[in-house]
């Protein structure tokens, strides 16, 4: 078993292109113990943005604080604290904060 608060798990800067001001906290992956599924914490700061990507899985995303876009299909989708987003596999998305504080979300991808 793993019991950590999720300030202990080291916070990473997304270094890629198409990023802007985003970090990462692995708080569950292989490392672990999983075998199915990573648990990631993300954080965009104000103005941030993940890259317009794919990904041959599915996300799971959990928006815990802020607000902000999720584009998908070339449209913008709002989104806020509460919002579930289910990305199948292979859609192109970006995830955008809009509002005026960081965004949080959880993403849960499988592994493969």
């Known amino acids: 078993m793993k019991h950590v608060h999720y ?8 270094e890629m292109d198409g990023v802007k001001g985003t970090t990462v906290r692995w708080l569950i992956k292989d490392e672990d ?10 954080t965009m700061d104000v103005g941030g943005h993940t890259p317009l ?20 299909g070339g449209k913008d989708n709002p989104f806020r604290a509460g919002d579930v987003i289910f990305l199948p596999a292979n859609e192109e998305h970006q995830f955008k904060n809009t509002g005026n504080v960081p965004v949080k979300f959880l993403c849960l991808v499988p592994y493969k």
């Not at 300030?7 to 997304?14: G, K, P």
Request: hydrophobic share 40%; glycine share 8%.
């Open 33 to 42: 113990g999983a075998e199915n599924f990573a648990m990631r914490l993300f």
């Open 53 to 72: 990507h794919t990904h041959d899985f599915e996300h799971e995303v959990f928006i815990v604080e802020g607000e902000g876009a999720v584009v998908n």
């Open 7 to 14: 300030s202990e798990v080291d916070e990473e800067r997304v």
